[in-house]
């Protein structure tokens, strides 16, 4: 059997007594960090053999876990924080010991995205988790338009070194909704701050960012009644009819207008149909 369990974010209370016990009887722990865990394992009083399992050796090591696991071992799969193969390494060893139909059992426990949900108190029975947007900022630009046109609250991991370029790309690209930024969810300095992008955009200028951060961003608003689709209809009427293509209206009209761009095509369709 390969156990995927879930370590504390921060507080080592947050830990569940089903966890404990199964990493007290696994034949094998691996981990993100051997380092981070051993002590993990120490406080416990764990003493279990520990390899590592990380995003370099992940594909080289899941054929051996593999082996072990047909020869009847039991193993259990940690990350530093949180639940293993969400944004953290795992979900390849996962993905195989699926395909090679053998055992597997996910226990529940600690997650920062949900943990930082909550703590924005947006009210929705709805959100997208999307995790760390990708570095170079050509690509988070893009990720960023691609996800314009949800309307329910978006979750994201963020390092304290690239929260401030985030934010402005943020702002860029979803407007100045409301924002909620947590950081160092359970620990000692745990600290929430919520308002418009622009208004945390300013605070961390002033305040260098600390620690491991979870950002909720609000939903972008659809295009409804209450927003006037005559309105929109009506302003990509004029765009095209003084010769733009049908494409560069939409364009035009969804940055001018800041919204969601396969909405503001939907409605332009209409125009000559």
Do not use: W
């Amino acid at each position: 059997m390969l156990y995927v369990c879930p370590t504390p974010i921060g507080n080592l209370e947050d830990i569940t007594l089903r966890v404990l016990r199964i990493l007290q009887e696994v034949d094998l722990v691996v981990a993100e960090d051997t380092r981070h865990t051993g002590q993990l394992l120490h406080h416990f009083e764990i003493h279990r053999p520990l390899e590592s399992l990380h995003e370099h050796n992940e594909k080289e090591k899941t054929s051996r876990i593999l082996g072990l696991l047909r020869d009847g071992k039991q193993v259990a799969l940690v990350s530093d924080a949180g639940m293993p193969g969400i944004s953290d390494p795992g979900s390849f060893l996962i993905q195989e010991v699926i395909e090679a139909d053998l055992p597997l059992e996910v226990l529940p426990g600690a997650n920062a995205a949900l943990v930082g949900f909550l703590q924005s108190g947006f009210a929705s029975s709805q959100f997208t988790f999307y995790g760390f947007l990708p570095r170079r900022r050509k690509d988070r630009l893009q990720s960023l338009e691609e996800l314009k046109g949800i309307v329910y609250p978006i979750i994201f991991y963020e390092a304290p070194h690239r929260l401030c370029d985030m934010l402005k790309d943020l702002h860029e690209v979803l407007g100045d909704r409301q924002i909620s930024v947590s950081r160092e969810l359970t620990k000692r300095f745990e600290e929430t701050r919520r308002g418009k992008v622009t208004e945390l955009m300013a605070h961390f200028d002033q305040e260098r960012p600390r620690g491991e951060f979870v950002v909720t961003v609000a939903g972008g608003d659809p295009i409804s009644e209450e927003k006037s689709e005559d309105d929109i209809l009506h302003l990509l009427e004029q765009l095209m009819s003084s010769g733009l293509s049908r494409r560069s209206a939409v364009a035009q009209v969804s940055e001018k207008h800041r919204l969601p761009k396969n909405q503001v095509y939907e409605l332009a369709l209409r125009i000559n149909s």
